[in-house]
């Protein structure tokens, strides 16, 4: 059964109801297979909190925008909600609870007692001074202070965000409870409470589950990798210091590609010092569409989600796909891949380091104690192996690809959740 859950956003159909519609579609796929009666389906499908609130921001110029901003706690059932804030002028509601819904079965499916939840301002990060983007973070923030807190809901990175950002909501949060709350926010600067290895965490993750994929030695496997951001540009430096060679990426500026493989962190170095892969000098430039129909053996998307479709999946040729962006494969693509004999190792496994060692921080900073780098990658490391044998062992034991096995073990563990603690009043 495909679940119809009325939306705030009307037709045209935008990118964020597609990722809603997929999220659904998913659900009700594990929903089947669990043998869940309608009212849970219900329960499941229907975020428990969505706030939408207008965040008025005075630019330098003395002009007074008003941009939008969301938060989203898909479900609490299991724990406090947890989840990244995204800033891009795409945020909508709809994406936002897709995000959110994700987020929910991802922490079950690891095994670390959180719901799920996502924060979006629907703004260009980019456009803005540093000092527009600290005023806009702050009153966001404010905005959403109701909802948020260490027991509560606690927010991390994702697209558009990272550690300066999560500084000024721990800050802005503590203002107002009148001391330090570190536990708040994951993925801080160290100076702050943040844990040793978050920021390379979500690349870790999708290193380790790739490798376990490829089942081979590294050595030779060829790698493109769709998005150079936080993720993406640390995942082809992971796969790269692994033995892999990593021939082609891409970002917002550009796409660039070296048959003989690219020097990742020089790429970085420039990326750092211009702002995008676009133009390095080391590699040919390409169509950034290209880099999806590469002969390579590991496709890695790690941009944003709803880009390998229907249209584009009868011409990929890589044989494996690691999701680290949440929501890149639409249902339609999926099937097609499936059919094709491609294995794609889905997000909620593949982009689960991210939240694991954000759970470790979370940790540290509630005990008010840290552990060393090792320890911290140690963790990560049992959780990410152990969320990917039991995905594979389900899916070979029942048939099913490897997202269908993951969104059944971590929809049926939340709905273990509701069902054991039933329903109040
Ligand atoms: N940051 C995390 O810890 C984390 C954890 C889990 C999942 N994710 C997911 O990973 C994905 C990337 O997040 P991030 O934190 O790296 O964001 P980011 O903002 O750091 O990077 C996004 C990257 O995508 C690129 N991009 C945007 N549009 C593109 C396009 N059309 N073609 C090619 N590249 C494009 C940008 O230029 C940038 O390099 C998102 O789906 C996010 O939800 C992030």
């Known amino acids: 059964m495909t679940l119809v859950v009325p939306s705030k956003t009307p037709a045209p159909i935008t990118p964020g109801r597609q990722a809603l519609d997929s999220a659904l579609h998913q659900l009700g796929q594990a929903g089947d297979h669990l043998g869940l009666d309608d009212g849970l389906r219900l329960m499941l499908a229907t975020p428990r909190r969505s706030l939408t609130v207008s965040v008025p921001v005075r630019r330098e110029n003395g002009r007074l925008d008003v941009v939008q901003g969301f938060r989203v706690q898909h479900n609490v059932s299991r724990g406090p909600a947890k989840g990244g804030i995204r800033f891009h002028p795409s945020a909508d509601l709809d994406e936002v609870t897709a995000l959110a819904m994700w987020m929910t079965w991802k922490c079950a499916l690891v095994g670390i007692p959180y719901g799920g939840a996502k924060g979006g301002v629907a703004v260009a990060p980019e456009t803005l001074t540093t000092r527009e983007l600290e005023r806009l973070t702050r009153r966001y923030v404010n905005e959403i202070l109701p909802l948020i807190g260490p027991e509560k809901d606690i927010p991390a990175p994702d697209v558009g965000t990272d550690e300066q950002t999560m500084a000024w909501i721990m800050d802005t949060f503590s203002v107002n409870a009148g001391y330090s709350v570190p536990g708040v926010v994951t993925g801080k600067p160290t100076a702050l409470g943040g844990s040793l290895g978050r920021a390379g965490a979500t690349s870790r993750g999708v290193q380790i589950v790739a490798l376990a994929a490829l089942g081979r030695s590294p050595e030779g496997v060829t790698v493109a990798v769709q998005g150079f951001g936080k993720v993406g540009a640390l995942a082809a430096q992971y796969l790269s210091d692994a033995g892999c060679t990593v021939v082609a990426v891409s970002d917002v500026s550009g796409a660039v590609h070296a048959s003989s493989g690219l020097d990742i962190a020089d ?6 010092e211009t702002g995008g892969v676009r133009g390095y000098r080391h590699a040919d430039a390409l169509d950034r569409d ?6 390579v053996d590991l496709l890695v998307p790690a941009a944003l989600e709803g880009v390998i479709t229907a249209a584009n ?4 040729r890589a044989r494996l796909i690691v999701e680290g962006a949440n929501g890149p494969t639409t249902p339609e693509a ?6 094709h004999g491609t294995t794609v ?5 593949a982009n689960a380091g991210g939240v694991i060692v954000s759970y470790l921080e979370w940790v540290q900073n509630m005990q008010a104690y840290s552990w060393s780098a090792a320890e911290v990658e140690m963790r990560l490391r049992d959780l990410m192996e152990s969320a990917y044998g039991e995905v594979k062992s389900l899916s070979a034991d029942r048939g099913l690809t490897l997202r269908q096995a993951a969104h059944v073990i971590g929809v049926g563990r939340v709905a273990e959740a509701h069902q054991m603690r039933g329903l109040y009043p």
């Open 267 to 272: 790429l970085r170095a420039w990326v750092a």
């Open 290 to 295: 290209e880099l999806f129909e590469l002969d």
């Open 313 to 316: 999946a009868p011409r990929i």
């Open 334 to 339: 999926d099937e097609i891949l499936a059919e």
């Open 345 to 349: 190792v889905p997000d909620i496994l």
